[in-house]
């Protein structure tokens, strides 16, 4: 068996095919293209593959991972070529590798992301001001789904913003927000939007604001 990652980006229409759609689309692929993925032991085998991070309905994304395990060994540059021909629209495929994390997964090994919004806005906006008195507030308070209670509850999402950057041209302000991620600490960039656009005053329609996932984040030494 060998592990491999993909790095791919998802735009346009298929942004709002939901994770699970791609990840069977991906299931496909891979058996059309005659890649054989490994299974896991059990009663219930399924394919050794899983993606960095879930990727939200309607988010487009620049660089997005895939990893998984094939059951004989293949050239990454083959996968590559394979997986590109027959892919839908909207994801491409940017390269294949080999992936030595060991045991360790990718979403395991995630620790932040870096997301930018695009906000409608006839009136300028001063983004350096807005992003220093919001920043400032002793705490910033909005409700969080939780995962295992599936209720919602009050959570200081302040200390899982890492960093924020906010321009105004032309109508529309992009906000820039570098958001934890993962397992241990995990923030939505919807959270930010619920609460920065009524500190400032702003009444958008969340229809109009388009969310792009740029980066992931891996933990030191994780690079590709």
Request: aromatic share 8%; with cysteine.
């Amino acid at each position: 068996m060998a592990k491999y990652v993909i790095e791919f980006s998802k735009r346009g229409t298929i942004c709002y095919t939901s994770h699970l759609d791609v990840m069977r689309l991906f299931k496909r692929i891979f058996k059309r293209a005659g890649i054989g993925l490994a299974f896991s032991q059990g009663f219930n085998p399924h394919p050794k593959m899983s993606f960095a991070q879930p990727l939200s309905l309607g988010y487009e994304a620049m660089e997005e991972f895939i990893e998984f395990e094939t059951a004989d060994e293949w050239d990454p540059d083959e996968i590559c070529k394979l997986v590109s021909d027959i892919m839908a629209d909207g994801i491409d495929i940017k390269y294949c590798r080999f992936l030595n994390t060991g045991n360790r997964t990718l979403s395991a090994m995630t620790v932040a992301a870096l997301y930018t919004a695009r906000v409608p806005a006839a009136e300028p906006v001063d983004g350096e001001k807005l992003v220093t008195d919001y920043m400032a507030q002793d705490e910033i308070i909005t409700l969080k789904r939780q995962k295992k209670k599936k209720g919602l509850k009050e959570v200081d999402i302040k200390p899982m913003i890492r960093n924020i950057g906010m321009t105004w041209k032309d109508g529309i302000l992009t906000i820039r927000m570098l958001l934890d991620q993962g397992s241990t600490s995990n923030l939505s960039p919807e959270l930010v939007l619920n609460t920065i656009l009524p500190f400032a005053g702003m009444d958008v329609d969340r229809s109009e604001i388009a969310v792009t996932r740029e980066k992931i984040i891996f933990e030191e030494g994780l690079t590709f």
